[in-house]
């Protein structure tokens, strides 16, 4: 049986997972190119809005980050309470480019409510911003 932990094995399949969940990284044009119009979501859902399933305590959850849109959609995956293991490295940030995807493991072990957004500033204080809960 593979430890709990999961270790820093992030091949499909090479480790127990208990959950997977997709995030897209999109800035969406709502009024047709005027600055107030540019909506910054995870998913479509801004400021917090985002619908995250309970995790619960200790459970292996994996993160399909994903980036799509134009120049402007350069994002930085960042979590707040939790570490994850993507290629062989810990990290709390994963660069997102539009078209690409990354696959990014984390042992959800640090129970409370964490801050998921984009560290690009201007994005964060336009809504790229969510919440995710360990219980
Ligand atoms: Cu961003």
Known sequence: ???????NDTRPGQQR?????????????????EERGLMHGINGFIFGNLPLPLLTN???VRWYVLGMGNEKDIHTAHWHGKTLRVSGRHTDVIEVFPGSMVT?????????????????ADHLNAGMVATYTIR
Do not use: S, Y
Not at 1 to 7: A, I, S, V, W
Not at 106 to 112: E, K, S, W
């Open 58 to 60: 200790g459970e292996q």
């Open 17 to 33: 997972l208990d959950r997977e969940l997709v995030l897209l990284f999109m800035i969406f044009d709502e009024a047709k190119g």
């Open 1 to 7: 049986m593979p430890p709990r932990d999961g270790g």
């Open 104 to 120: 990014a493991d984390m042992t959800a072990d640090n129970p409370g409510t964490w801050l998921l957004h984009c560290h690009v």
